[in-house]
Each structure stands twice: as structure tokens, then as C-alpha cells.
């Protein structure tokens, strides 16, 4: 199952109104770079849990309904051997004969066939491996994965709030460091300027 990791984005303890306008550039470049991360963590997350859910559809539709009958008529059949009567089976417990599928043999290709058992799935449990379940175990299987999936995006979604929140006080700051760079630069070009003018109008009224 994916998981995701909170990088540190600065030093515990570091005010971040105290680091240059270039200290700041790094560190906003390293937070833009978590987030995007975290944000493609998150969207994993979302569409394995959807998968997820995919499955368990396609197990309640596609193969619940096909079932060998459950305990009632096993109950019922049980019943009538020992009387010699005939099986009254539940009209729940009844099921329809296994209709005939399609399997996918390429994207655009596919082959009809009927299921040989609807008891049983080979399910992927992840890192390759593959476990036969029996269609409740695989239900309850993936029901529990997207809970654990369901745990993780919150905890991933707080992640990303926290870091975009951190990225927004930090292109704030940036933006007022560089506007009073600007601004100090132009007032120290200005206070450069006025010697020299001076210097020349002097000179221009001594000529004179």
C-alpha cells in the first residue's frame, strides 16, 4: 500500500522573516517541490482506493449473484433426504446459472467465457503476489484496504494543507524582501546620483 513521508521543509526553530530574499528563493523552491510530492502521493492514494471500490462492485455484481446456494438450502436439502420429500429452498437462497462473461485478452480484444467458480478470486495482495479468497474474504479484503486508504488521505490531505500554508507565508515574505531590496537599491542609487549632479553643477557655474 502507498504511503507518504512529511519532508522537513526547515530547521525547528528558524524565523523565516530573518533569511535573505535568496535564502528564501531555496526554500520556497524546496517546499513547491514537496508539495507537488505530496500532492501525487495523494492522487495515488485516491485512485488505488477507487480501484479498490471497483472491485468490490464488480465482485457484488458479477459474482455474488452466481453463487452456489447458501446454508438454508443446504438446510433444505438435508431436510428432504431424510424424509423423502422434495427441497423447498428459500426463494433468497435461490441463484441464476452462471451467464457467460467477456475476458479481456488485449485493450480492444475480449473472448466470452463462463466462470468456472464464482466462489473463489485470486486477489493481488501487492509486491506481486497473488492469494486465492474466497468472494467474502476478497470483499471484507479490499473493504479493509480502502479504510486504511481512507486513514492515509486524511492524514496526507492535513500534510498538504499544513505545506501550501507554509508556502503562502513564505512567498509573502519573499515578495516584501524583494520590495524593499528594490526599494533600498533605488534610494541608494538616488544618494549615489545626488554628489555627482552636484559636482557637475558647480563645475558648470564656475566655467560660467
Known sequence: MASATQPT???AGVDISTLTAAQLGGLKKQLDDELEQLTTSFGRLRAA????RECIG????????????GPAAAAAKSAKTAAGG?????????????????IPLT?????????ASPETVIVDVGTGYYVEKTTPDAI????????????NLKSLEGMVQDKSNTLRVV???????????SQNAAAAAAAAAAPASAATSVAVSAAS
Open 140 to 151: 471484507a479484503f479490499y473493504g479493509t484496504k480502502i479504510g486504511e486508504l481512507a486513514v
Open 9 to 11: 521543509a526547515q530547521p
Open 171 to 181: 512567498e509573502d515574505i519573499l515578495r516584501q524582501k524583494m520590495l524593499s531590496e
Open 86 to 102: 422434495d427441497t423447498i429452498v428459500p426463494a433468497n437462497d435461490k441463484h441464476p446459472k452462471p451467464k457467460e462473461v467477456l
Open 107 to 115: 485493450t480492444s480484444l475480449y473472448v466470452p467465457a463462463q466462470l
Open 58 to 69: 464488480s465482485m457484488k455484481d458479477g459474482l455474488v449473484p452466481y453463487m452456489a446456494p
Open 49 to 52: 482506493q477507487v480501484k479498490f
